[in-house]
């Protein structure tokens, strides 16, 4: 596996933005596919955003589309997700992922093999 490091959660209020980030030392990272995922209280991991090895095609769940963008910066390893007009539904452990199973469509938690240790975004009312 793959180390990640996530990075950028933290408590905000509603409308609010911030960005997350994800670093890798991966020699990999510049061509993989990487994606977002979040998880929140008792709640399953779900699929927040995906974007291919140069940026050039991003996907997006409905619930976060028109407020969210992910973007990667390959020369220095980073994977971004700007977060923008946040809501309490938002509030949960985003988590960064890579090394994709094959052809699948990577909206699935075990499509992913790497995995970071998640960064807590709150937000409030």
């Known amino acids: 596996q793959v180390q990640l490091v996530e990075s950028g959660g933290r408590s905000v209020q509603a409308g609010d933005s911030l960005r997350l980030s994800c670093t890798t030392p991966?020699?990999?990272?510049?061509?993989?596919?990487m994606a977002w995922f979040r998880q929140a209280p008792g709640k399953d991991r779900e699929y927040v955003a995906i974007i291919t090895w140069d940026g050039s095609k991003t996907t997006y769940a409905d619930s976060v589309r028109g407020r969210f963008s992910i973007s990667r910066d390959n020369d220095n390893k980073l994977l971004y997700l700007q977060m923008n007009n946040v809501e309490p539904e938002d509030t949960a452990v985003y988590y960064c992922t890579m090394d994709r199973r094959g052809p699948v469509s990577g909206t699935k938690p075990e499509d992913w093999r790497s995995w970071g240790q998640g960064t807590q975004v709150t937000v409030s009312t």
């Open positions: 991966a020699r990999t990272f510049s061509s993989s596919t």
